[in-house]
């Protein structure tokens, strides 16, 4: 196991500001709606794992979940302006799409060592629309190494569109829903069934994340049954 660290005092510092001014905001210009709250495990590691539509979701996640839980994102959000600035003050780790990134799996395993609880999105990037995509089997792999849970939760109403209609003064509601924690069957096999076998849990995952959601944000999980097919 990789040795725990503690937490930067710059990053528990900005997120002591970063999370109660987003509250704020989104309290503001929005409807928050919130459900679910009492399935969310009182201590120890575990991953979040949230449907991604838009850039408006990890914010939201992060700001209403009641501890400072660690997030993980893709690696070209550092490139963006503005984004870039939120995610190295928060301390968010980066992963490189689509690839083996060994320092960001390290860096995962040793902030679950830590006891602390970890966002990602399984799904590896924004759908920009209500439909969920396939997710990618790298959260199955991580659950793979720590054996710890998985707390399953449905964003729906934070389009691409979102801040428009804020501004707009239409007040849009949005909805964060979390599921009951979800334990992952064991992975067997070497090679391409290992692989299968990683792929079909993390869509047992995200056919948790559906269950939460509308039925036009379910996307390719909306018939699970095709899915396997």
């Not at 999105?121 to 659950?143: L, W």
Request: hydrophobic share 45%.
């Amino acid at each position: 196991m990789t040795s725990a660290k503690r937490i930067p005092v710059c990053i528990r510092l900005a997120r002591w500001v970063l999370r109660p001014a987003f509250r704020g905001i989104f309290r503001l210009i929005s409807n928050v709606r919130i459900s679910g709250v009492e399935h969310i495990p009182k201590e120890g590691a575990y991953l979040i794992a949230v449907n991604h539509v838009s850039l408006y979701d990890p914010p939201l996640v992060m700001a209403f979940w009641p501890s400072a839980a660690e997030a993980a994102g893709a690696a070209d959000v550092w490139q963006r302006p503005g984004q870039s600035l939120l995610v190295r003050w928060y301390g968010v780790i980066p992963v490189h799409r689509y690839e083996y990134d060994r320092s960001a799996l390290q860096t995962i395993q040793t902030a679950l060592d830590g006891g602390r609880p970890l966002m990602i999105m399984p799904e590896g990037g924004r759908s920009h629309a209500p439909g969920m995509r396939r997710a990618e089997p790298g959260i199955a792999y991580i659950v793979e190494k720590t054996l710890i849970p998985v707390v399953p939760v449905g964003v729906s109403g934070t389009t691409d569109d979102f801040f428009q209609r804020a501004i707009r003064g239409g007040r849009p509601s949005v909805y964060m829903t979390i599921g009951e924690p979800l334990y992952l069957p064991p992975i067997d096999g070497k090679g391409e069934a290992r692989r299968l076998a990683r792929q079909r849990n993390a869509d047992l995952i995200m056919t948790h994340i559906a269950a939460l959601l509308p039925f036009e944000y379910r996307g390719v999980y909306a018939d699970p049954t095709k899915l396997a097919a």
